[in-house]
């Protein structure tokens, strides 16, 4: 992988830890009730899907470098999240709106790790 000699070994740990508490915090933050959580402004909520999933998975490449199951693991999770809050039934709802954004942030995460790689080898 192009990236690994770039990345001190000790970067890529300090990725992996940001990137299990960016996790957690998007775990925290999309299952906990809908009252414990701070109260979204217009479009704001779908703004803030789209940054915590292009963090999670910026982060995600940094530590551990373009993997299909890393990206399919956040793509899962940004789906199941959805799913279990359309269940649990605590004032959430899953909301296909949001999947997208998921996705949006996703991508743009991923589109510029393979532009900053891709600009990398052309040096």
């Not at 899953?94 to 510029?112: P, R, W």
Request: aromatic fraction near 8%; proline fraction near 6%; glycine fraction near 10%.
């Amino acid at each position: 992988m192009v990236f690994r000699p770039h990345l001190s070994p000790l970067a890529r740990r300090y990725g992996g830890t940001a990137f299990v508490l960016c996790l957690l915090a998007i775990l925290f933050l999309s299952l906990a009730p809908a009252d414990a959580t701070p109260a979204p402004f217009l479009w704001g909520d779908k703004v803030r899907h789209a940054l915590a999933y292009f963090v999670l998975t910026g982060l995600g490449l940094l530590a551990f470098g373009p993997r299909p199951v890393l990206l399919l693991a956040i793509l899962s999770l940004g789906a199941g999240v959805e799913i279990a809050q359309a269940l649990m039934g605590l004032g959430r709802d899953g909301d296909l709106l949001d999947l997208l954004a998921n996705l949006s942030g996703e991508a743009a995460a991923l589109l510029i790790w393979l532009t900053w790689v891709r600009a990398g080898r052309a040096r």
